[in-house]
T-cell receptor, first 109, second 117 residues
Framework: DAKTTQPPSMDCAEGRAANLPCNHSTISGNEYVYWYRQIHSQGPQYIIHGLKNNETNEMASLIITEDRKSSTLILPHATLRDTAVYYCIVRVARRQLTFGSGTQLTVLP | ETGVTQTPRHLVMGMTNKKSLKCEQHLGHNAMYWYKQSAKKPLELMFV???????ENNSVPSRFSPECPNSSHLFLHLHTLQPEDSALYLCASSQDERGGHGNQPQHFGDGTRLSCL
């Protein structure tokens, strides 16, 4: 089963890009990388997912290394409302998302 | 995003009570899930319904009983709960493929905060 490793916390200045790293060195060839975030007292919010190509949507960009052993979530212009716990997930079982401890991102004014 | 709606948002239960949690999704998905999130623990998958058939149950105690009358609604019936059942109960939905091998993301509601006395 693929396991992910993320730093426990990061700070980012408001208006700057937030770059959140994730290591998933045991990922297998058909496993996707998903990113979610959870703001206190709310359910997890889906952000983006990808297999091997870089992906971009209205919320963020996902950069996956060529060997697929790590990825970076980029929030291009962080705001105070982006303060949350960010989870990098490689789905380890059919239909099941396994959330680790995530990265607490704090956006500072 | 409010594509997945859960009610109630908060619930306090005594050990002899019977209550139900409700989840409704407006995303046109065909799979729904119940997760439990306890303090300082990762999310735990409880139940999956895909194409209205329950396809997984991860050894959850029988005091939790799911019901999925159609692809848009999901219930979790609760009875004689224990203090350790206090947690945030999250519902999610996704567009599943036959055999469960799709990669579509799951979308979550904001959960029901359950306190068991």
């Amino acid at each position: 089963d693929a396991k992910t490793t993320q730093p426990p916390s990061m700070d980012c200045a408001e208006g700057r890009a937030a770059n959140l790293p994730c290591n998933h060195s045991t990922i297998s060839g058909n496993e996707y990388v998903y990113w979610y975030r959870q703001i206190h007292s709310q359910g997890p919010q889906y952000i983006i997912h990808g297999l091997k190509n870089n992906e971009t949507n209205e919320m963020a960009s996902l950069i996956i290394t060529e060997d697929r052993k790590s990825s970076t979530l980029i929030l291009p212009h962080a705001t105070l409302r982006d303060t949350a716990v960010y989870y990098c997930i490689v789905r380890v079982a059919r239909r099941q998302l396994t959330f680790g401890s995530g990265t607490q991102l704090t956006v500072l004014p | 995003e409010t594509g997945v709606t859960q009610t109630p948002r908060h619930l306090v239960m005594g050990m002899t009570n019977k209550k139900s949690l409700k989840c409704e999704q407006h995303l046109g998905h065909n799979a729904m899930y119940w997760y439990k999130q306890s303090a300082k623990k990762p999310l735990e998958l409880m139940f999956v319904y895909s194409l209205e058939e329950r396809v997984e149950n991860n050894s959850v105690p029988s005091r939790f009983s799911p019901e999925c009358p159609n692809s848009s609604h999901l219930f979790l019936h609760l009875h004689t709960l224990q203090p350790e059942d206090s947690a945030l109960y999250l519902c999610a939905s996704s567009q599943d493929e036959r055999g469960g091998h799709g990669n579509q993301p799951q979308h979550f509601g904001d959960g029901t905060r359950l306190s068991c006395l």
